[in-house]
């Protein structure tokens, strides 16, 4: 233990020296996840959950907010400049385009949030979700009123400038009101190359029949950290969607949990990781059966090339008066080095008796039999191995039914597999 508060000496000094004009209820709540992070500390590999994933370089770092004054917002119009769209540069709103009835920054929204903003997210036993309700200076919340279909997704842009040393805590909070239906993007891009950290929390919560898709997508610079929770909570006959797309960070750790906390309320947890070099990223996902008849699918899919690391658990819990649950769970990883590693973990817990419930978990490279037919065809080795593995990542991506999106990504992924232009094409 004594590590741990040797570790959390200076986040907390630094969270007791900031001064902020803000209402009593969310200072108590800062005050409150402060005071656990003190007694959780950052996880080490000692902890079940971040056994293959080591965040040795956050606790050890020295981690302040950005000084920069300016910066050149990276592309991120593949969703079409007619989408409303927030901005934040390091955790702080830059500029807002759209409907601000729907999308507005959290300043000017905190009187009429009090009864969502860190209620959902766990910062009790979340040792990373606690820094982030202490530490988040803005963040984006969505609105959907009632019986609202919007029909062009919602954009919130998070962009890290990339200074070594810097931390930024993005925090988004949306809310599907009864009988709506909306999509949101979060992008989390930088601007620069150093070792910056983001560390980032979403809440969603969809009411009665309410619909909401929602897509995490994490491209940020080669030396960057990412961590991220995703907490959703689904009512009667309510559906959440999220889709985790991930190509970039040297460390990446996202969790993601959804309640299905009223009859006939379903979820869809879908994520593909492309990594290579040494990159490390790691999933969690945990489902909630809290009530009768509900579904859930998740598919999870990871490319991994050279010596990268890819971790994969996840769990489904069934509560005892949960019967009728349907849920299915599969992972799926593509090894394409020797040296590149995954480790899986699917898991059920299971009270009630009355379920149909399925999980598994595959690993395997390129398949010899189809590369030979490939390469019978004409194509050359290189090329053969591109396609292949594409044909592996590409049907997950045509869960993205934001169509710009998946468009984008299927050129993200096409570029990430494309071979070297200088280089020679064999058919040995």
Not at 194 to 201: H, K
Not at 231 to 257: K, M
Not at 333 to 346: Q, Y
Request: aromatic share 6%; charged share 20%; glycine share 6%.
């Amino acid at each position: 233990m004594a590590v741990r508060q040797q570790d959390t000496a200076t986040f907390v000094e630094t969270f007791v020296a900031l001064q902020r004009d803000e209402p009593a209820w969310l200072a108590d709540r800062r005050r409150l996840a402060i005071e656990r992070f003190s007694l959780l500390g950052i996880p080490t590999t000692r902890d079940e959950d971040y056994k293959y994933t080591n965040l040795k370089t956050i606790a050890t770092g020295s981690w302040s907010p950005s000084t920069s004054s300016s910066v050149d917002v990276p592309a991120t119009d593949y969703v079409g400049e007619e989408s409303a769209r927030l901005v934040f540069v390091d955790g702080n709103l830059a500029s807002s385009v759209g409907d601000s009835s729907l999308l507005s920054g959290l300043e000017s929204r905190l009187g009429g949030v009090e009864g969502h903003l860190t209620r959902y997210a766990d910062f009790e036993s979340h040792a990373l979700t606690a820094l982030n309700t202490a530490f988040f200076t803005d963040g984006a919340v969505v609105e959907i009123p009632e019986n609202t279909v919007v029909e062009k997704p919602i954009h919130i842009v998070w962009v890290s400038t990339g200074e070594a040393g810097t931390a930024s805590h993005p925090r988004t909070l949306i809310l599907a009101g009864r009988n709506s239906q909306a999509s949101v993007i979060e992008s989390f891009v930088s601007t620069g190359d150093g070792a910056c950290w983001t560390n980032a929390v979403t809440e969603i919560v969809a009411e009665e029949n309410g619909r909401l898709d929602h897509f995490h997508v994490q491209q940020e610079g080669s030396n960057a950290i990412h961590t991220s929770v995703i907490q959703g909570l689904a009512e009667r006959n309510s559906y959440i969607s999220t889709i985790s797309l991930s190509f970039g960070a040297r460390l990446a750790r996202n969790d993601v949990n959804v309640t299905l906390n009223a009859e006939g309320a379903e979820c869809a947890l879908d994520g593909l990781f492309v990594v290579n070099g040494r990159q490390h990223v790691d999933h969690h996902t945990t489902i909630h059966h809290a009530s009768p008849n509900c579904n859930s699918h998740q598919l999870y899919k990871g490319v991994l090339d050279n010596e990268s690391r890819g971790v994969f658990n996840g769990k489904i819990i069934v509560h005892r008066d949960a019967q009728k649950t349907d849920a299915i769970q599969h992972n799926k990883n593509l090894l394409l080095s020797p040296k590149a590693e995954i480790d899986t973990k699917p898991q059920l817990e299971i009270e009630a008796n009355d379920v149909r419930c399925t999980h598994g978990a595959t690993i395997g490279q390129l398949d010899a039999e189809a590369l030979f037919y490939l390469r019978s065809r004409g194509i050359g080795k290189t090329q053969a191995r591109h396609l292949l593995t594409y044909a592996f990542a590409a049907d997950l991506l045509e869960r993205v039914k934001v169509e710009p999106l998946r468009d984008h990504f299927e050129h993200v992924l096409m570029r990430s597999l494309s071979e070297d232009p200088n280089a020679e094409e064999t058919q040995e």
